[in-house]
Every structure is written in C-alpha cells, then in structure tokens.
C-alpha cells in the first residue's frame, strides 16, 4: 500500500474502504495492526516534539483524519485520496467486526461513556460482540495500567479501541501493544467513543463536507482554541517548508 510522506508522518494513499479492507486483510493474516488517525495538530506536535515521530510513524496504518492534512498534501504536490475521520473508520470496523468473528473492547472516555458507546452500537449492529469497557482514567503507566492491561488480555479482545486523546493513545498502545498478544487491532481513536454514546455531538453534514468541522468543534468546545492554534502554524508551516524545499 502507497505511503505519502507529509511533513515526516507517513500516511496510507488510501480510502476509507481501502483502509478497512487493509485492516481485514492484516486482521486475517494474524498481524497485529496499530491504526493511529492523525490530524494537522498532531502532526504539528511531531514537528514541535520530534520524539514524536517514531511513536506516530510506528503504526502499521496512518490515515489522515483532518482537512488540514489534506490541504498540506495538495500544497506539497503529493495530494492523499480522501480524509478518513477516524471515528467513521473505527464504526465501519465496528459493523464489519461480527462478520470477522472479532470481539472489541472499548478503553477510554470519562466513566460510563464506553458503556454507553457499547450499548448503542449493540442496538445499531446487534450481532456485534463487545467484550469489555474501562474508562480512561487510569494512571498509564504502572499497577493500574497492568491491571488494565490484564483486564483487556483476561477478555479476549480481537480489537481494542484506545481512545485517551493524542498523543497519549499513540504512546500508550506503542508502550503495551507487546503485553497484549491477542489483540490483533488497536484503534487509536480519541473522543470516538464520547460520539458513538451521544455524549459529544459530531458536527452537522455542512459544517464536514466544507472542511469546518473544526470550527463546529471550536463553538461547542472554546477551551480548545490553545490547542487549535496549532492548525494555522501547520498551514502557514507547510507553505514556508515548500518554498524552502523548491530553493533548495
Ligand atoms: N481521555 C481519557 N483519559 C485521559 C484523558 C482523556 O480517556 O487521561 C479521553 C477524554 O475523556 C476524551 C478523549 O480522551 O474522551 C479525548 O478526546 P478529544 O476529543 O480531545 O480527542 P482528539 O481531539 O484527540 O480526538
């Protein structure tokens, strides 16, 4: 599958049906598989931390979730596909996961949220089996990740769903994804879960199909705008680095 490097994160060339039938393919050959769905900020946070770069760009798929990648892919002239939102690819692995014979458990979300997600995606795909919950607040390294990560292990989980914010699902399934042998797919998804339970509405059709989502999410979360100030630094970023590279 064609990679496309974009300001150092290697992203998959791929649609949202190629990165499912991927993940199928890979889950069917028995390899473990890390999907992490980054957008502008978090690749921006890799140019700001290069630390970063290896935990990002060490997923077997990187799909860009993010306008803003998008954008960065066409002004680098090596344009991707299609943004994949993760939380679309994450209930499309959802609905084909009983087809598959693949159990799920959701790590993640404040208390009660991953219960929710759980009993609302029963009733949309009954025939789906989900095998645990755990909130994600729990201290990510030591006794209470080992409890979590015997938790997990002791459910038999195909499929893990990781949704503690970025960068610390990213990290967090680089540090554990050893201890848990049988999970064949961790899906690095940040606040999916707040939107499968209803918690966290995802922005209305306008606002995605004209690449504002951001914006949605600004309006009914302002404590965000610190964080989104990283969009236009990558924008302008980006620009700055092409005319570098054509100099050069
Ligand atoms: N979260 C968590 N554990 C923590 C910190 C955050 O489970 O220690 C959850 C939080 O409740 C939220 C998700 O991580 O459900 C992050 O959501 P956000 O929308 O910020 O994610 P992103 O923008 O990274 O997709």
Request: hydrophobic residues 40%; aromatic residues 10%.
């Amino acid at each position: 599958m064609e990679k496309i490097n974009i300001r150092g994160v290697n992203f998959l060339n791929t649609t949202l049906d190629g990165a499912a039938e991927y993940i199928w393919q890979r889950f069917a050959d028995g390899e473990q598989t890390a999907v992490f769905t980054p957008n502008s900020e978090i690749v921006q946070n890799c140019i700001d931390t290069p630390e970063l770069y290896e935990t990002v760009n060490s997923a077997e798929v990187i799909i860009p979730d993010g306008i803003g990648v998008i954008k960065a892919a066409k002004i680098l002239g090596t344009p991707l596909r299609e943004r994949i939102p993760g939380v679309e690819l994450g209930e499309r692995i959802i609905r084909e996961s009983a087809g598959h014979g693949a159990k799920i458990f959701f790590l993640g979300s404040k208390p009660g949220v991953a219960e929710a997600a759980a009993e609302v995606m029963k009733e949309r795909y009954p025939s789906i089996d989900i095998c645990g919950c755990r909130d994600g607040y729990f201290k990510k390294e030591g006794s209470e990740c080992d409890e979590v990560v015997g938790e997990i292990n002791e459910s038999a989980a195909d499929i893990l769903f990781v949704c503690l914010g970025a960068p610390v699902q990213e990290k967090w399934i680089c540090a554990n994804r050893a201890r848990l042998p049988g999970v064949r797919v961790f899906l690095a998804l940040g606040g999916s879960l707040d939107s499968y339970s209803g918690n966290v509405k995802r922005a209305p059709e306008f606002f995605c199909r004209h690449g504002l989502e951001w914006f949605y999410r600004l309006m009914c979360q302002p404590s965000r705008i610190g964080r989104m100030m990283k969009l236009p630094k990558f924008y302008f970023g980006t620009w700055l680095f092409k005319l570098k590279n054509k100099n050069q």
